[in-house]
Nanobody, 123 residues
Framework: VQLQASGGGLVQAGGSLRLSCAASGHTFSSLDMGWFRQAPGKEREFVASISYNGGFTSYREDVKGRFTISRDNAKNVVYLQMNSLKPEDTAVYYC?????????????????WGQGTQVTVSS
């Protein structure tokens, strides 16, 4: 599967962005998907995940209530709606498919990684 993330940009604190991850080359509707992020000098970290049919979602604690992961299997796209953004959300955001058989939060379960999209939140 090939993945392409888009939708990043520069936004002020408190603002919103919607990231998209377009998939091709596989039956998207069978894939559990995740969003991760990596800030400069830091490890890549889990943000959110969603099961193949959207019935299960999971979030890191500090984005709960602000971020929403969703998917449109007819369009082969997974989204990350980010509201009430904070400067600490600044990072390159990546999407990937889980190979664990479920929408895991473990980075080691995900491959391949799509090209990331930069999100910068100014204070």
């Amino acid at each position: 599967v090939q993945l392409q993330a888009s939708g990043g940009g520069l936004v002020q604190a408190g603002g919103s962005l919607r990231l998209s991850c377009a998939a091709s080359g596989h039956t998207f509707s069978s894939l559990d998907m995740g969003w991760f992020r990596q800030a400069p000098g830091k490890e890549r970290e889990f943000v959110a995940s969603i099961s193949y049919n959207g019935g299960f979602t999971s979030y890191r604690e500090d984005v709960k209530g602000r971020f929403t992961i969703s998917r449109d299997n007819a369009k082969n796209v997974v989204y990350l709606q980010m509201n009430s953004l904070k400067p600490e959300d600044t990072a390159v955001y990546y999407c990937a498919r889980s190979r664990a058989g479920w929408a895991s939060s473990n980075r080691a379960h995900y491959a391949p990684w799509g090209q990331g999209t930069q999100v910068t939140v100014s204070s």
